[in-house]
């Protein structure tokens, strides 16, 4: 499902639409399947190619150092009441077709 054949060129899709909370909205951004980024919610297929911003890898990695259980128990919290964070799991569910 990844791979189209097209006259034979191989088109490999590099990413998979998703919601994604942005504030106080839900948004339609992509999820990289490939790339620099792989695994990462963008806002469009082009950013997954990027280059890595390293300042901010590393600013990222001493503050999840720091907080990270602070971090994941406000997640969890946020994930289990917020109604916006429910119904963004229930519309990334994938379809039975």
Do not use: H, Y
């Not at 990289?32 to 297929?45: A, E, F, L």
């Not at 082009?46 to 600013?59: V, Y």
């Amino acid at each position: 499902m990844d791979q189209v054949e097209v006259i034979g060129i191989n088109l490999v899709s590099e990413a998979k639409r998703v919601w994604a909370k942005r504030g106080k909205k839900l948004k339609r951004m992509v999820r990289c399947t490939s790339g620099k980024k792989k695994g990462r919610t963008v806002s469009n297929v082009g950013a997954c190619s990027k280059a890595i911003n390293i300042k901010k890898r590393f600013l990222m990695r001493r503050i999840r150092k720091k907080f990270n259980a602070k971090i994941v128990r406000k997640a969890r919290r946020t994930k289990m009441f917020n109604p916006l964070s429910k119904r963004l799991k229930s519309l990334n569910k994938p379809v039975n077709k």
